[in-house]
């Protein structure tokens, strides 16, 4: 077998930092390709898997290599106390929007809209891939494969398609925009080809977005309370559409 650090350093400029145990479990249950795996003591990540994710147990066993503890602090700037990280390869960005075009769609496509904390798209993500949403789009700069997004969504960035994309390449569908000012959600079925559109921490909808929205809806919420954090409206957005049927068996 090659020396795992080699191999590190093989990935590393391209792969998918999976930071801590649960990061890399979900990535191995969802799919992901992970061309190395490394930890400080083998035995208590086994043990881990043992007690958390039998069904990831043996291929732990054949992919995790232990290293020094000098060597794992050289590869992972914070590491998780769990104590194990790994690199995944991306999926490419054209099987990514193959997912996000397929047609006739079961759940809907969630839209962030330029989202600025790195925490929220993480969380969001693991929100789409707990309700098996088909994609998670953002627009504007983030990074929604940055490494601490990805610790953020606990490694569920591959049980859905997760992708950047300009406004005017949204994948179709028929768009809800969520805004505190638009009509009260409890009266709308959201169908699962739907395109769910959440604004920017900092400022809103984008105008480019308000524009191209078939409706806009509201979450109810007591007056003199301005907004919901991002992550918890797409909670709640999700789970009226599941309350209507859509949601996968749990
Ligand atoms: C933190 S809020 C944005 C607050 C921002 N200062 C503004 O001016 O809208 C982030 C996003 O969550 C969604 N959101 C928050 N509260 C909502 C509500 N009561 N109804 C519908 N969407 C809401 C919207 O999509 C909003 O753009």
Not at 185 to 193: A, E, F, H, Q
Not at 210 to 238: D, E, I, K
């Amino acid at each position: 077998m090659t020396d795992p650090l080699i191999r590190w350093r093989e990935y590393a400029g391209t792969a998918v930092l999976l930071d801590g145990f649960h990061a890399l479990k979900h990535a191995l249950r969802f799919g992901a390709a992970v061309p190395v795996a490394v930890t400080t003591d083998r035995r208590a990540v086994l043990a881990l898997a043992e007690e958390l994710a039998s069904d990831v147990r043996g291929v732990l066993d054949t992919l995790l290599a232990e290293v020094s503890e000098e060597a794992y602090v050289s590869l992972v700037p914070r590491p998780h106390p769990t104590g194990v990280a790994a690199l995944a390869v991306r999926p490419s960005r054209e099987a990514n929007l193959r997912s996000l075009a397929r047609t006739p769609r079961t759940a809907p496509v969630l839209v962030l809209d330029n989202p600025r904390n790195l925490g929220n798209t993480g969380a969001v993500i693991r929100l789409a891939a707990g309700f098996g949403a088909t994609g998670v789009v953002t627009t504007g700069t983030l990074d929604p494969w940055h490494p601490t997004v990805v610790r953020g969504g606990a490694g569920l960035h591959f049980a859905t398609a997760v992708e950047r994309l300009a406004v005017d390449e949204l994948p179709v569908g028929p768009l809800f925009a969520l805004d505190p000012e638009g009509e009260d959600i409890r009266g709308t079925k959201l169908p699962d080809n739907a395109v769910l559109a959440f604004g920017s921490e900092r400022s809103g909808l984008s105008a480019e977005l308000r524009a191209r929205a078939g409706r806009l809806l509201r979450l109810p919420m007591r007056p003199q309370v301005s907004s919901y954090n991002l992550a918890t409206s797409v909670a709640m957005t999700l789970y009226h559409w599941s309350a209507s049927g859509g949601a996968p068996a749990s």
